[in-house]
């Protein structure tokens, strides 16, 4: 194969990974992170890219290559790793161990692709150039399915505790390119894997780079604009709002710097984020001043999240005050949410009523 009938017949996927390198340069509000990680999936389907259409041309010999086997070897092998990398873009962070740990399945079976031709235990080509199966044939496809399997065991865990429109759309991106890969694994199609993961990748970033536009940089809340557009778009789908206020950051700001607001900021977010409960969506729409849209939960459910917010906040120097209000039919939610915010500051009052009337009595 020519280098010009490489191009062609790879321009579409070629021109997609140039894109995304693109907007990776360009994109303000993408970590280095995540830039960094988004570079090697790149790198790495690229590579497939190469090696797939290699080990095509290997097959047109009218005799065997050594080239043949060490290409399907290095295919088999790099599969893996690219859905390994493709899960460390959907998290913000892994540590070494667990790394480690899920790469042992594929340090045990490289050696065996790459030691299958003269072992046969895999797969082997005869002097033919034909293809023909070792005992453990199906290695390849269990081992992808495995990998599979813990991407969406992980993607699941990533997915808990985000709104049922992230979780679905994020779904879509992932498990899109995974069926397609399996059915043409599973059917044995000569086709390219690497065509349809980048396509995955460069929703998934877009995705991100929409999703990370909408997301308050301090807190990692979405922000006042995706607050006022659930409001707009999705408020017939909200079922409870509650309204949140922290004390004293003023006080924290003057007293000890603005870093120390700052902390205590991203410690409340953190409680918040983490225990609101599922299909929750918790939005910074203030300096000091929160709010939760939660969609199809009821009343207790809310309730609960709200004394596990509190329970939690107890435990810090911070101290916060909550209102909620249900969005019953036919209710505007800005009804609903002028209601919560009377209620939250109710309660804001209250707190600062015990913390005075426990300053006056402290000897």
Request: with cysteine.
């Amino acid at each position: 194969m020519t280098s010009v009938e490489f191009l062609t017949d790879n321009f579409v996927m070629i021109f997609e990974l140039g894109g995304l390198v693109i907007l990776l340069l360009v994109g303000a509000h993408i970590s280095f992170e995540m830039k960094k990680r988004t570079i090697i999936a790149v790198g790495l389907l690229f590579i497939e890219l190469i090696l797939f259409t290699a080990e095509r041309w290997t097959q047109t010999f009218q005799t065997l290559s050594i080239m043949r086997p060490l290409l399907t070897a290095a295919l088999y092998s790099i599969y893996p790793v690219i859905i390994i990398v493709l899960m460390l873009l959907t998290t913000t962070g892994m540590s070494k161990k667990l790394f480690s740990i899920l790469m042992i399945p594929e340090m045990i079976c490289v050696p065996l692709f790459f030691t299958s031709q003269w072992t046969h235990i895999v797969f082997y080509f005869r002097e033919t150039n034909n293809y023909a199966e070792g005992p453990l044939n199906r290695l390849p496809y269990f081992l992808f399915a495995f990998y599979v399997f813990v991407f969406l065991i992980h993607n699941f865990i990533y997915m808990k505790n985000t709104s049922r429109v992230n979780r679905m759309i994020i779904a879509y991106i992932t498990l899109g390119p995974l069926i397609g890969a399996l059915l043409f694994m599973f059917l044995q199609t000569d086709k390219d894997y690497s065509a349809i993961f980048t396509s995955g990748i460069l929703l998934y970033f877009t995705y991100i780079y929409i999703h990370m536009a909408k997301i308050d940089s301090l807190t990692g809340l979405y922000n006042r604009q995706s607050y006022y557009q659930d409001i707009e778009e999705n408020a017939r789908y909200i079922s409870g709002v509650v309204s949140i206020d922290m004390n004293d950051l003023k006080y924290l700001n003057d007293t000890f710097g603005h870093s120390a607001g700052d902390e205590a900021l991203k410690t409340v977010a953190k409680i918040m984020k983490e225990n609101c409960g599922r299909n929750a969506t918790v939005y910074r729409v203030g300096g000091d001043e929160f709010m939760i849209f939660y969609v199809g939960v009821d009343e207790g459910r809310i309730k609960s999240a709200i004394e596990t917010m509190r329970e939690e906040t107890g435990k810090t120097e911070y101290m916060l005050a909550f209102g909620y209000a249900m969005v019953s039919d036919g209710q505007k939610i800005t009804d609903a949410i002028r209601i919560s915010d009377q209620l939250m500051y109710t309660n804001k009052a209250e707190l600062k009523k015990i913390r005075n009337l426990n300053a006056a009595i402290r000897p």
